[in-house]
């Protein structure tokens, strides 16, 4: 399976995941939400842009309200890569 990042053609090799903590309560667990793409190791990057836009952070937020579930908190947003079996 090649690589989800336009004109790439390398072996996709990592699956990212997001993860979050809720502005209430910062230290409880992390949200996780797995990305629906690969990447390459070239493209495994640990910028969370590269995957959330101002867009899709607002979506985030309005799904989980909607869902009755904790603010997350923007700042606490990490991408993590889980490897392709």
């Keep these: 399976m ?38 390459c190791d070239t493209h495994a990057v640990d910028d969370v842009a590269e995957y959330v836009t101002d867009a899709g952070w607002a979506q985030i937020v309005a799904t989980l309200r909607a869902a009755g579930k904790a603010e997350p908190s923007r700042e606490s947003l990490q991408v993590h890569y889980v490897a392709l079996n």
Excluded at 11 to 38: M, N
Aim: glycine share 2%; aromatic share 6%.
């Design 2 to 39: 090649n690589c989800s990042k336009l004109n790439c053609t390398c072996l996709a090799t990592k699956r990212p995941v997001l993860t979050f903590a809720s502005k209430r309560w910062p230290t409880a667990a992390r949200a996780r939400a797995e990305v629906g793409l690969v990447v």
